[in-house]
């Protein structure tokens, strides 16, 4: 079993950004597709970005496409969420996710593909 943590988040301005890291242990973080989900307040979990276990693929939300990138190093077991041009509705916990059963197809995007969760990091974007 993979445990996940992640860190970076913060307060940011709006136009501003943000490198979010999940770093992973007890299993290797290539084992596994990645993806990053957010959840605000009073809202449901949705699905921001995803990457495959080479890395070769990814995936993203239509409301960050553009603005955010998936990224991942496997040698360190780390995997990354660069995002860039925030605005005050990416404010949301932001949480690192591991599917052991994708391999190297498109990542998949749903809440429950997912098998592990880190405990989520807060990022709240001012106007």
């Known amino acids: 079993q993979v445990q996940l943590v992640e860190s970076g988040g913060g307060l940011v301005q709006a136009g501003g950004s943000l490198r979010l890291s999940c770093v992973a242990s007890g299993r290797t973080v290539s084992d596994y597709a990645m993806g990053w989900f957010r959840q605000a307040p009073g809202k449901e979990r949705e699905f921001v970005a995803a990457i495959n276990r080479s890395g070769g693929i990814t995936h993203f939300s239509n409301s960050v496409k553009g603005r955010f990138t998936i990224s991942r190093d496997n040698a360190k077991n780390t995997v990354y969420l660069q995002m860039n041009s925030l605005k005050p509705e990416d404010t949301a916990v932001y949480y690192c996710?591991?599917?052991?059963?994708?391999?190297?197809?498109?990542?998949?995007?749903?809440?429950?593909?997912?098998?592990?969760w880190g405990q989520g990091t807060q990022v709240t974007v001012s106007s």
């Open positions: 996710a591991a599917d052991r059963n994708s391999w190297n197809e498109p990542p998949r995007q749903r809440v429950h593909d997912y098998d592990y």
